[in-house]
Nanobody, 119 residues
Framework: QVQLVESGGGLVQAGDSLRLSCAAS????????MTWFRQAPGKEREFVAR????????YYADSVKGRFTISRDNAKNTVYLQMNSLKPEDTAVYYC????????????WGQGTQVTVSS
C-alpha cells in the first residue's frame, strides 16, 4: 500500500513562489507516473502537471506552463511542484496522484494541501 502526503502549501502574495512536495510512504521509485491536480472552490478538479516514471518527460496545463515545474526524486520517493509567479487564480487545494498505468486511472491520491494566493 502506498500513501501520498502533500506538504508545502500556504498563504502567499501574488508573484511569490511555493514548492509543494508529495512524499510517498511506500516505494514509488520509477514505477508510477505522478501527476499534480488542483481544485478551486466551486470548481472541478483540474490537471496541473505530470511527470513520467523516469522524470524524462513533463506535461503542463496551459495555465501554469512557464511558471510551474514538476520534478521527482525517486531515491527519496518524492515529487515536487515548484510554483513561481503565483496568481490569485492559482488558489486551490493541490493534490498529487500516482498511476502505474495511465490507461487504468490513478491508483493513489494524497489528501491535498491548500495554496492561497492573495492579490
Amino acid at each position: 500500500q502506498v500513501q501520498l502526503v502533500e506538504s508545502g502549501g500556504g498563504l502567499v502574495q501574488a508573484g511569490d513562489s511555493l514548492r509543494l512536495s508529495c512524499a510517498a510512504s511506500g516505494r514509488i521509485s520509477s514505477n508510477y507516473v505522478m501527476t499534480w491536480f488542483r481544485q478551486a472552490p466551486g470548481k472541478e478538479r483540474e490537471f496541473v502537471a505530470r511527470i513520467t516514471r523516469s522524470g524524462g518527460s513533463t506535461y503542463y496545463a496551459d495555465s501554469v506552463k512557464g511558471r510551474f515545474t514538476i520534478s521527482r526524486d525517486n531515491a527519496k520517493n518524492t515529487v515536487y511542484l515548484q510554483m513561481n509567479s503565483l496568481k490569485p487564480e492559482d488558489t486551490a487545494v493541490y493534490y498529487c496522484a500516482a498511476a502505474k498505468a495511465m490507461s487504468s486511472g490513478y491508483d493513489y491520491w494524497g489528501q491535498g494541501t491548500q495554496v492561497t494566493v492573495s492579490s
